[in-house]
């Protein structure tokens, strides 16, 4: 997993979740100033690692 970092045209911040085969797997909202973009994505390393699913879908 990677994060990648991207500056829209309107100058905005935003990040994707790449899986290791390329694909994406998460988009960020868009952020006015690239440290908050950063400080999230630092959040969810810290403090999402074990995270689990919670499937309310009904089958």
Avoid at 5 to 30: I, Y
Avoid at 34 to 51: C, D
């Amino acid at each position: 997993m990677k994060f990648i970092v991207k500056k829209s045209s309107n100058g905005q911040f935003r990040f994707n979740m790449v899986a290791s085969n390329g694909q994406t797997v998460a988009t960020s909202e868009t952020y006015t100033r690239k440290a908050s973009a950063l400080e999230t994505i630092e959040s969810i390393r810290k403090n999402a690692p074990g995270a689990t699913v919670d499937d309310q879908t009904s089958n």
